[in-house]
């Protein structure tokens, strides 16, 4: 984000008779205002319509187009609301933001998508900033309005616009490996899409990682039925089954990633997962055959001549082939480049990454939409 900002607050600390006299000053400026103060002021002296006040003029600069400025000036108006009123606030911020959202609904449910989108640019902001009191409340307030979208729009495409939206944000959370929750957003998702590609690659993944194997290959086999041209798909597929035992299973998923239309790390993986079942099995001449095919398919690869050494070294037959120790030694000189394991071990960012470009441009379709819908809620508020 652009043109960060911060706060800071300091208390100078008074003493002896100087102190005692602003004490008494405050206590009676206190009792003076009481009554003035309680008017207008919720729970511990949250200004309810004023911050309403403020987050409508938000809302209308980011209708205008200023996503930078009005997550500035919310996260300003929110932090600033905790600094005054302690954490208490969150929650009758949480409800007045909710109300005027609510407001906005007199005229489509489409009008929420940009403003969920704004919300889930303020979790990462508050984020990045480590603001960790106020990280929940935006991560929440995300979650209610997608289910006030959920509610409001009421059609089969609304519930995939939703599926995608509550995604997006258990995306976020994986990265930052708040997995239970995570979990809980994508199932969510599936419920409101069962055919959510990113839905089931996003908790496949965790479920894998946790070692339950059989919930990710129930997730994986879904997949690739919506999408058997997947080669992510079929090669966690594979993956997954060996794991399980299920070895003959597994390898007809991982043959099909050898295909070339697949990236070379996603091939890299199938060549080791194949050699590894079938050395295991003791086919170690299949297993070296097949080796030898990946090497000479993916001659950039030190894993797979890796691989082939081993078997070399276990039948004996290393010294006597020159070609493969001079080819490990080329690999030694290479420059360093990303583990094809390590490449499968990470978050699928790519779908999470496309289903996203698909929200961002609904999100400016609907902003011409906000601003309408802002501006009947807006004329008769206090101070607009």
Known sequence: MENRWSWSLSHNKPEGQAMRRSTILISALALALAPTLAAGKGKGGFKRREFQRQYR???QQYSGGDMAGAVTALIEAETDAVATSGPKVLEPLRKAKLK??????TTEAEVLIPVIALHEEAYLTYREREQAELIPGAREMVVDLVETYV????SAAGRVTASQMMTSMAGHLQEMHVDSSAAALYRRALDLDEHNITALIGLSFLHEQYGEYPDAVRLLETLVEIDPWSGAAQLRLG??????GREESGAIYLRDVL?????????????QELARVLTDSNKLQEARTLLEEGVRTL??????LIQLAYLSERNGSFSEDPALRLALRYTEGQPPQASPRFVYSQLPEMALTEMRQILERQMEDNLQSLGLALTPATAGQPGS
């Open 259 to 271: 295909n070339d239309r697949n990236p070379t790390w996603m091939r890299s993986v199938a060549y």
């Open 57 to 59: 003029e938000i809302l």
């Open 100 to 105: 005027v959202t609510r407001e906005l609904l």
């Open 299 to 304: 001659p950039d690869d030190p894993n797979l």
């Open 151 to 154: 509610d409001s729009a009421d």
């Open 239 to 244: 993956v997954n089954l060996v794991r399980m």
